[in-house]
């Protein structure tokens, strides 16, 4: 078994992460346990956990849903787990599938898909393809920060580019600054649009939920530059936890607006499956004065239960709560003058470019 499978309990040889447990996943045999035999050395603490870099085999890069509460049916995810180590992911407990953690694996072990842009290409070039917006950032962060060295974003939305498909990015990162020079053109023809997620202002509080995403202000200023820059760009206050970053929900809105932000939106935080676990761990370690506060409210919005998965109530929740919540969202963005127009992307300008050894037209 190596380290990082061996990490369960110890918070040292987790620091910089947002899971403090590496548990086993849902669908393994064995569970692991931590236990202290005496002979650590208290001043000798585990090497910190460094990430790796796996190759993902995917055949195909679209993934389709049928989800009937979402606004997109189609999405691309260039990476299976995230770096950025949100602690609150949602996408975490998808790592079990691959027989990892959702715990530190999900954040250290990150499967990248190198021939992404090759598998686009094929895909969007197929006869019966119909193109609708393809959703990035849905999953996991496009630019989280191994797309510095790999690319692979870049390399998808060049593919959309030539395409003239239109594409949605949800990120946390300033890195999407790099491909203003592929986005604006394309929000010039009305084929992209750009929302960052901005949880907190408080960046102590940041640090510790997102321990390797870009700090509040950079978020702000990466708002900033789309908007200089024409692109379409809206914020994204999500997840809502409440008596932890609920209070901050209007200021969070201002701010993004002030910077250039035209839309908003909000999530309620989700706890499906492992996440629970992971994110009741880090609430009492990190906020142990709010832990139960937080927790009751969470139930007391979820049905009494720590998450309720039903359609069009999963990301919003229900009961007194959930509703002040909403009021209060939609009489900010009414004060703000957010969500006037939606910006409504293009399908029509959809083109297959022409191929070496493709058959010329006869007109």
């Keep these: 078994m190596d380290a990082a499978a061996e990490i369960t309990a110890d918070g040292r040889a987790l620091r ?26 208290e001043d000798e603490g585990p090497p910190p956990l460094k990430t790796e870099v796996l190759k993902d085999s995917s055949r195909t890069i679209i993934t389709h849903n049928r989800s009937p509460d979402i606004s997109f049916d189609r999405s691309i995810n260039p990476y299976k ?38 598998l686009l290409a094929r895909e969007l070039s ?58 604006a053109p394309m929000a010039e023809m009305g084929l992209a649009r750009v929302a960052l997620s901005v949880t907190t202002l408080d960046r102590k509080l940041a640090r510790v939920m997102e321990p390797r995403a870009a700090t509040p202000q950079r978020r702000l200023d ?13 914020v994204m206050f999500a997840p809502v936890i409440p008596a932890l970053n609920d209070d901050e929900l209007e200021a969070v809105l201002a701010q993004a607006t002030g910077a ?44 009494g239960k720590d998450y309720d998965s039903q359609w069009h109530t999963r990301m919003k929740g229900t009961g007194p709560y959930a509703e002040m919540i909403a009021r209060r969202f939609h009489m900010a963005v009414k004060r703000l003058g957010l969500n006037r127009e939606r910006t409504q992307l293009a399908i029509g300008k959809f083109r297959r470019p022409p191929r070496t050894g493709d058959q010329l037209g006869l007109f």
């Design 222 to 234: 990466t708002i900033a530059a789309l908007s200089r820059a024409d692109i379409p760009v809206g």
């Design 16 to 41: 910089g992460r947002g899971a403090r447990t590496n548990a086993s996943g849902r669908y393994e045999r064995e569970t692991r346990v931590l236990l202290d035999d005496g002979w650590t050395q």
């Design 81 to 118: 787990g995230c770096e950025h180590g949100c602690v609150y992911c949602f996408a975490r407990p998808t790592h079990a599938w691959l027989g990892l953690s959702p715990g530190a694996d999900f954040e250290s072990r990150i499967f990248a898909k190198p021939n992404a842009a090759e």
């Design 126 to 183: 197929a006869p019966g393809y119909v193109p609708k917006v393809i959703a990035m950032g849905t999953n996991t962060d496009p630019y989280q920060p191994i797309e510095r060295e790999l690319r692979i974003t870049r390399s998808i939305l060049a593919v959309l580019r030539e395409f003239r498909h239109p594409v949605g990015i949800v990120t946390k990162s300033a890195l999407i600054l790099r491909d203003i020079d592929i986005l």
């Design 260 to 303: 250039g932000a035209q839309s908003a939106g909000y999530v309620l935080l989700r706890l499906p499956l492992e996440i629970k676990d992971l994110f009741r761990e880090w609430l009492e370690a990190s906020t142990p004065g709010r832990a139960k506060h937080v927790m009751s409210l969470i139930r007391q919005m979820r049905g």
